[in-house]
């Protein structure tokens, strides 16, 4: 498929453990209509799947797109297979367990499908088009529901084995939130939006003289990452406290992975993302107080452009076989 095709048209899938969106666009990731939906899941990915085929079907019935649609590009929220689009597990919603995902698109749309991890393909949007531009080595990731990695080597997606490599939210840390000695557990498990939530909505987590305890009418399973940034602009203590422990340990798997991979730029989308300034000011401290004396000064931490758009836009690139080397 040739760029600038002024009559084609894409269209990028997100599937993600939160939200689910689709999208309408052109072959260089510009986004011309989406739809967006959070679904209270009662089965898992059938809810999903529904959803997106009575949602895409609609698009292609729709007299400014029929006929015009040329190919879709998906981002999963899980490990795959990259050779056949077949998902190996999700973490956060059942039923998808060796699920031929490429397949199903195919059968139900009769349209060409790149099915590819949900963090790889932001990353392709950001590599290509976002804050990574002109990277020689680029490592993008995302600190959402989940959190995943998708790392560019000279403009190419390693894939490893073909099941997807630098899975950071699968790196090990250090757990803090455990009382047991040299306990460890996966950066996902401490620095993720769920993950920060959970631990905040526990009872007798924040102490009574954060400003937390009186948010959302004293309803602590409301509390969200949104309302932890509020509370350290305003400075509160604890909340100061807890997002310097999310940072250090977030910047001790991003040291990792500039002391293994090299990578000149890594930037970072998702909705923990968005606390912008007070998020990044520490990672770049913690890590480049961790980072090996080859790394130091030599690489650069961005927040995401794209942001929300990430995934979608990534997904219209490889949709458009004019960007996405696999």
Excluded at 279 to 299: H, M, Q, S, V
Aim: aromatic share 10%; charged share 20%; hydrophobic share 40%.
């Amino acid at each position: 498929m040739q760029n600038g095709m002024n009559n084609s048209r894409f269209i990028g899938v997100e599937i993600g453990g939160t939200k689910q969106q689709i999208a309408i666009g052109l072959s260089d990731g510009t986004i011309l209509d989406r739809r967006q939906v959070r679904l209270q899941y009662r089965r898992g990915a059938e809810d999903i799947l529904e959803w997106l085929a009575e949602n895409i079907h609609d698009y292609l019935s729709m007299c400014n797109y029929a006929g015009k649609i040329e190919a879709i590009g998906v981002g999963f929220g899980g490990p795959l297979e990259t050779s056949t689009g077949r998902v190996l597990s999700s973490l956060q919603v059942p039923g998808w367990k060796d699920f031929e995902l490429k397949r199903w698109f195919e059968k139900a749309f009769n349209l060409p499908v790149i099915v590819v991890n949900d963090t790889v393909t932001g990353g392709f949007a950001e590599l290509y088009k976002g804050a990574g531009q002109k990277s020689e080595n680029f490592f993008y990731t995302n600190i959402g529901t989940g959190i995943g990695g998708g790392l560019f080597i000279h403009g190419k997606y390693y894939d490893g084995s073909g099941y997807g490599a630098s899975y950071l939210g699968n790196m090990l840390v250090p757990d803090w939130t455990s009382a047991l000695p040299g306990a460890y557990t996966r950066t996902e498990l401490i620095c993720s939006g769920r993950s920060i939530e959970t631990r905040l909505r526990q009872e007798g987590y924040i102490p009574g003289d954060s400003i937390l305890t009186g948010k959302h009418d004293g309803d602590r399973t409301q509390i969200s990452c949104q309302d932890l940034a509020e509370a350290v602009k305003a400075g509160d203590g604890f909340a100061n406290a807890e997002l310097d422990r999310i940072g250090q340990t977030f910047s001790l798997a991003l040291a990792n992975v500039l002391a293994a991979q090299g990578v000149d730029r890594i930037v970072i989308g998702g909705g923990v993302a968005k606390m912008g300034d007070i998020l990044f000011e520490r990672l770049r401290r913690f890590t480049d107080d961790l980072a090996f004396i080859a790394n130091k000064g030599r690489y650069e931490i961005l927040q995401s452009y794209f942001l929300d758009d990430a995934v979608l836009a990534g997904a219209l690139l490889i949709a458009s076989g004019g960007y996405a080397e696999l």
